[in-house]
């Protein structure tokens, strides 16, 4: 015998039994919900807008700061056959005035160079740090990261170095007082103390393809959740300098 028929009464009422069940479903996954007034955009103001315009930069911060390291070999352009003490010792060699003498102001630097080939129990720590090796210009090789100790004192040398026409050249440099040092993308970040209770100062360097060089992108003073202090961040320089411990350079 055949199945009667659904009158539309039912039809409708079933449809509705169907919908509320569907939109309790929704709600208890979550609906959406008001999030209050929405400030109003506000465009920039200019300021002076009859100061003449500036054509050329009032003081020299080193923006584009390029150095080829004489005496170095790129082994098939391979930075991980260079040696890094060898390269701070390049530095040094070339930088007489800041490493030679007794007014040098890191002649102690200079004098523990020695150490990075006896590190051991009872010497004094290598001042060159562990080398890091990554790809920040996107051409599918990795560069050279380094840091070293300037000492006396408590800065920290962060140095980049890139392959160009088979030649070692440094592409960044910065010395400070550093809390951090990060590798992101194509960019290095520090991050070193401020007087300044619960902020850092955050400095980011980004590789730019047509001034073949690290510039510094980011330059700000950021919330931290400890406290600042310690320094005052020097005037800027084309190097960083910072408080990271002493280590005995390692590999990769």
């Known amino acids: 015998m055949p199945h009667p028929r659904p009158t539309r009464t039912a039809l409708a009422l079933a449809a509705v039994a169907l919908l509320a069940s569907a939109t309790a479903a929704c709600g208890d996954a979550g609906g959406l919900r008001g999030a209050g007034a929405t400030p109003t955009a506000v465009s920039p103001e200019k300021l002076w807008p009859d100061l003449p315009a500036a054509s050329s930069p009032a003081f020299d911060i080193d923006e584009v700061n390029t ?33 030679a003498g007794s007014e ?46 300037q000492l006396p004192g408590d800065l920290t040398a962060v140095r980049v170095y890139t392959v160009d026409k088979h030649r070692l050249v440094q592409v960044m440099g910065w010395e400070d007082a550093v809390s951090a040092v990060e590798l992101a993308g194509r960019s290095v970040i520090i991050r070193s103390p401020s007087e300044v209770a619960g902020y850092e100062y955050r400095l980011q360097w980004t590789w730019d393809q047509d001034q073949r060089a690290m510039l510094l992108t980011h330059d700000e003073m950021v919330r931290t959740q400890g406290r600042g202090g310690g320094r005052t961040r020097p005037p800027r320089s084309t190097s960083t300098s910072g408080a990271s411990p002493s280590a005995s350079v390692s590999g990769r």
């Open 67 to 99: 150095e080829v390291v004489k005496g170095i070999a790129v082994p098939a352009d391979d930075l991980h056959r260079v040696d890094p003490v060898e390269v701070v010792r390049r530095e040094i060699a070339a930088h007489p005035g800041d490493y």
């Open 104 to 149: 040098a102001p890191y002649r102690e630097t200079a004098d523990r160079i020695a150490d990075c080939d006896e590190s051991g129990p009872g010497r004094p720590p290598c001042p060159v740090l562990r080398p890091y090796y990554r790809d920040l210009t996107g051409d599918g090789r990795d560069e050279l990261t380094l840091g070293f100790r």
